[in-house]
């Protein structure tokens, strides 16, 4: 193993690393000043995912209803005729029209003949 060559003025929070290994300079007030080893953590792989726990009985909040979107596109005009609407009320009687001309017989029967 390698000598570990520390700084030779190190400020009190100073971090110095060699190899796999990391130290913190500590100095308090009226103590010599040290150098700390700091712990190593070694992180291994990800396990593997736990089963899944029971269904919940607890049903949540509702969350707050969001903003109106904007108005859509119009779309094309149909081509489905609706269905025809009721007949309107009978309106009123109209004024009785003029008397007409007086005609002699041979008229008023060949009136008569063609209405047959």
Same mark, same amino acid.
Do not use: C, Y
């Given at each position: 193993?390698?000598?570990?060559?520390?700084?030779?003025?190190?400020?009190?929070?100073?971090?110095?690393?060699?190899?796999?290994?990391?130290?913190?300079?500590?100095?308090?007030?009226?103590?010599?000043?040290?150098?700390?080893?700091?712990?190593?953590?070694?992180?291994?792989?990800?396990? $593997? &995912?736990?089963?899944? =726990? +029971? *269904? #919940? %009985?607890?049903? @949540? !909040? /509702?969350?707050?209803?969001?903003?109106?979107? $904007? &108005?859509?596109?119009? =779309? +094309? *005009? #149909? %081509?489905?005729? @609706? !269905? /025809?609407?009721?007949?309107?009320?009978?309106?009123?009687?109209?004024?009785? =029209?003029?008397?007409?001309?007086?005609?002699?017989?041979?008229?008023?029967?060949?009136?008569?003949?063609?209405?047959?």
């Amino acid at each position: 193993m390698a000598a570990i060559d520390f700084p030779s003025s190190p400020t009190n929070g100073q971090v110095f690393s060699s190899g796999d290994h990391t130290w913190v300079f500590s100095s308090a007030t009226g103590v010599v000043g040290a150098w700390k080893l700091e712990a190593q953590t070694v992180i291994g792989p990800t396990g $593997p &995912t736990g089963p899944t =726990g +029971a *269904a #919940s %009985t607890v049903t @949540g !909040p /509702t969350g707050a209803t969001g903003i109106t979107g $904007p &108005t859509g596109a119009t =779309g +094309a *005009a #149909s %081509t489905v005729a @609706g !269905p /025809t609407g009721p007949t309107g009320a009978t309106g009123a009687a109209g004024s009785t =029209g003029p008397t007409g001309p007086t005609g002699t017989i041979e008229q008023n029967i060949i009136a008569l003949e063609v209405f047959r």
